[in-house]
């Protein structure tokens, strides 16, 4: 049923916002494409045909991840695939079949603009977006700005 494409983007949680742009945009050569205002805290890079999302932690984005990166706290926030266009009905109803709780599908910003997508967690915690690709289009569409709790009590 799902058939992964490309990763559509990865979301850094951080502490360090400055020292982490001088990394990915001076030494690995990615440019910032989009910021939300300070208070939500996201900085997204463009990588090549992918994002990279930078939080910081004390931001309402950032909080959603708890503690700030350590041994008790995430730095994922989150992975987002793009997948194989599909119906979002269908893949709903694959996801329950398997007793993966899932969030709504909504309209989110990725790599590809924005586009629908929906939330997953795997076995251990990590929240996994699935961003199908529009039939209609080769190049599909985008991935998340903010993950919310997965809705579905299934699991």
Do not use: W
Not at 12 to 24: E, G, I
Not at 63 to 74: A, E, F, I, M, W
Not at 102 to 130: K, Q, T
């Amino acid at each position: 049923m799902i058939e992964i494409k490309a990763l559509d983007h990865v979301v850094f949680r951080t502490t360090q916002l400055d020292k982490m742009l001088a990394f990915y945009c001076d030494v690995l050569g990615c440019r910032i494409e989009r910021e939300l205002p300070p208070e939500s805290g996201l900085t997204q890079l463009r990588a090549g045909n992918s994002l990279i999302d930078l939080v910081t932690v004390d931001s309402e984005l950032g909080r959603l991840g708890g503690k700030p990166p350590s041994q008790d706290g995430r730095n994922v926030e989150h992975v987002c695939l793009q997948i194989a266009a599909c119906d979002e009905a269908t893949l709903l109803k694959f996801l329950d079949q398997h007793a993966i709780r899932h969030s709504a599908f909504e309209d989110r910003y990725g790599a590809r603009g924005m586009g629908r997508s929906v939330y997953i967690n795997d076995p251990e915690g990590n929240v996994i977006e699935l961003t199908p690709r529009q039939s209609t289009e080769t190049s599909g569409d985008g991935g998340v700005d903010t993950p919310p709790s997965p809705k579905n009590t299934q699991q």
